[in-house]
Antibody, heavy 120, light 109 residues
């Protein structure tokens, strides 16, 4: 079955680092862009950016540039979203989403999300 | 700061037809904005419905259709079902980045 499996919920303190994951199954992982989307509690979706696992090319939303880092490990078909120093305002659900092959701007598949809670 | 605007809420009767729109602060939305539409129900991940203005995914019900209407992207639901009650988001492309609309809460009543 084609799916994106995200890592489990995290509870962290402000200032801590965190890396969450998104593993692709059932398709050629290096042939599709993977995007990250934030949804703060009770709010709408926010596009964070995308990464192409084939060559690690990345595009960040200006709103998230410098705040997070995307990476990928093709040997295990996994994309990552990384924070060096979390803030309370990073508390949100984070979704990964796959784009259609050959069309980076068209999402077709979503992961179930990783809930990140940052609290002292 | 680019803003993508959707109706905050709409109500439709079962079996009825409703059109949700997606406007850009930069001007008229065209096919070059690659409009996409997503459905999200409470407690669930979003689900893709439409891409590149009007293309459906294999799982998209036939009653959903996408178009351009009056300078906006549009999502039309014809023959609305109770299970269509959800939040709907559009996504537009802006030359190297994308921006989601604020979402439309669709109530089926």
């Amino acid at each position: 079955e084609v799916q994106l499996v995200q890592s489990g919920a995290e509870v962290k303190k402000p200032g801590e680092s965190l890396k969450i994951s998104c593993q692709g199954f059932g398709y050629s992982f290096t042939s599709h862009w993977i995007g990250w989307v934030r949804q703060m509690p009770g709010k709408g979706l926010e596009w964070m950016g995308i990464i192409y696992p084939g060559d690690s090319d990345t595009i960040y939303s200006p709103s998230f540039q410098g705040q997070v880092t995307f990476s990928a490990d093709n040997s295990i078909s996994t994309a990552y979203l990384h924070w060096i120093s979390l803030k309370a305002s990073d508390t949100a659900m984070y979704y990964c989403a796959r784009s259609l092959t050959g069309d980076r701007w068209s999402i077709d598949l979503w992961g179930r999300g990783t809930l990140v809670t940052v609290s002292s | 700061q680019t803003v993508v605007t959707q109706e905050p809420s709409l109500t439709v009767s079962p079996g009825g037809t409703v059109t949700l729109t997606c406007a850009s602060s930069t001007g008229a939305v065209t096919g070059g904005y690659y409009p996409s539409w997503f459905q999200q129900k409470p407690g669930q991940a979003p689900r893709a419905l439409i891409y590149s203005t009007s293309n459906k995914h294999s799982w998209t019900p036939a009653r959903f259709s996408g178009s351009l209407l009056g300078g906006k992207a549009a999502l039309t639901l014809s023959g609305v079902q109770p299970e269509d009650e959800a939040e709907y988001y559009c996504l537009l492309y802006y030359g190297g980045a994308q921006v989601f609309g604020g979402g439309t809460k669709l109530t089926v009543l």
